[in-house]
């Protein structure tokens, strides 16, 4: 047995006593490329990591519903009812297993009470995911456990509904997508408009690379803001250029667009634009030569959005920055921006001076001590036992 799986386990029978029906497991992600490309119906690049959630589950057969996880900031049990589940019900982490409860019974499904006991190792509020762990490894459990039998497909749509009707969060498929699909080794291209997906080798440690995830710990308070006012300026980019999406601009288009709008608006739509043509780029790379060859995407990828997008910030840019400089051969900030993390890729040999290099220029700058991870391809969610 894993030692995840008892760790898991232990922590059941401590909390409710006896053997729980099974263990399930979902991982964090990472996105390697393609930013606020979703929602102009673009490309993204993401793939699932080494760092998971597992649920062990039993059923009840009251209807109840009872939460335990293993986090320290979040004990204590939280107790719902399967029936007439709704979101006001749900607070704290309970909104994750509840919304995806809420989301199959809105399917159909017939779900039953259960007792479940929560152990991560994906740290929270990170970038990396962990809501969306908790939400597909509870998905696929349910999955398995009632007669659902929703395909790949479903479940990813299944944990959206959870996540924009119950959650209350306006998220896309980028997260679950990687989630539910991910394979070792492999990093998952979905096309954000027609939500097909394909796994694209991504062996970095093959290539003598490991991936760097840079912690910035900070989430600048203009966030939503700045989210809200780039999904309008992306709407009227589109608008004025008369297509249904910024996914339907080229790259040769761009020099036309220049003078058909103002001049902000110009560079958020050459963001969008230029991004998902690096995503094309980058999945045709890691295809014909590996990820050696993709460096120069992500750096591009930041100094797009740190010029043309502007949400970048002084923590992101540090992180980006004092890593390339130590050896990294290529860095970008990952997820929304005005905070959150980076990834760099790094050769193993270089890991500990970029490591150092990255803590020193925080402390310099006066900046909060980053958290750093390395991560590694890994398969999607599971049964484990
Ligand atoms: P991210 O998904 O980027 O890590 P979110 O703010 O979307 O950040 O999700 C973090 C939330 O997920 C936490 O506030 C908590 O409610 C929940 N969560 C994540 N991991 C755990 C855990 N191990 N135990 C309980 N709740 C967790
Ligand atoms: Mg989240």
């Known amino acids: 047995m894993s030692q995840g799986v008892e760790r898991v386990t232990a922590a059941f029978r401590d909390a409710f006593g006896g053997e729980a029906d099974g263990v399930w497991t979902a991982p964090g992600r990472v996105n390697l490329i393609g930013e606020h490309t979703d929602y102009n119906e673009g490309f993204v690049l993401p793939f699932a990591i080494d760092l998971a959630a597992r649920v062990a589950l039993r059923v009840r057969d009251d209807g109840a519903m009872r939460l335990v996880s293993t986090a320290e900031a979040e004990s204590g049990t939280s107790q719902l009812s399967v029936q007439g589940l709704r979101p006001e019900h749900a607070s704290g982490w309970s909104v994750y297993p509840a919304g995806v409860v809420w989301a199959f019974k809105?399917?159909?499904?017939?779900?039953?009470?259960?007792?479940?006991?929560?152990?991560?190792?994906?740290?929270?509020?990170?970038?990396?995911?962990s809501s969306h762990a908790i939400e597909c490894a509870v998905a696929t459990a349910l999955n398995d456990l009632t007669a659902a039998r929703l395909d790949a497909q479903?479940?990813?749509l299944a944990t959206q509904r959870a996540e924009n009707a119950f959650v209350g969060a306006p998220t896309g498929i980028m997260d679950q997508s990687a989630s539910l699909r991910?394979?070792?080794g492999h990093a998952v291209f979905l096309d954000c408009r027609d939500q097909s997906a394909e796994l694209v080798p991504f062996d970095a440690a093959s290539a003598g690379l490991v991936t760097l995830v840079?912690?910035?710990?900070?989430?600048?308070?203009?966030?939503?803001?700045?989210?809200?006012?780039r999904r309008e300026a992306c709407e009227l980019g589109a608008e004025v250029l008369g297509v249904k999406a910024l996914r339907?601009?080229?790259?040769?288009e761009l020099d036309e667009a220049r003078g058909l709008m103002d001049e902000m608006?110009?560079?958020?739509?050459?963001?969008?634009?230029?991004?998902?043509?690096?995503?094309?780029?980058?999945v045709a790379a890691l295809r014909e030569s590996g990820p050696g060859a993709i460096a120069s995407f992500l750096d591009a990828s930041h100094a797009s959005m740190r010029d043309d997008f502007e949400i970048s910030c002084d923590e992101l840019d540090t992180a980006v920055e004092a890593s390339r400089a130590a050896g990294a051969i290529g860095a970008r900030m990952t997820g929304g921006g005005f905070g959150g993390s980076a990834v760099a890729l790094v050769p193993l040999a270089e890991e500990d001076r970029v490591r150092s290099a990255v803590l020193a220029a925080?402390?310099?700058?006066?900046?909060?001590?980053?958290?750093?991870f390395t991560v590694t391809p890994a398969d999607g969610a599971r049964r484990l036992a």
Not at 248 to 252: K, L, P, Q
Not at 265 to 282: G, P, Y
Not at 362 to 372: N, V
């Open 106 to 129: 809105e399917r159909g499904i017939d779900v039953p009470g259960f007792d479940l006991v929560l152990d991560s190792d994906v740290p929270l509020g990170a970038g990396l995911s």
């Open 154 to 156: 479903q479940l990813v």
């Open 182 to 184: 991910g394979r070792s």
């Open 214 to 229: 840079i912690d910035t710990r900070v989430a600048h308070s203009h966030a939503d803001g700045g989210y809200a006012s």
């Open 248 to 252: 339907d601009v080229s790259v040769e």
């Open 265 to 282: 608006t110009f560079r958020r739509v050459r963001h969008v634009v230029t991004e998902d043509q690096r995503v094309l780029d980058t």
């Open 362 to 372: 925080f402390a310099e700058r006066g900046f909060r001590s980053p958290r750093l």
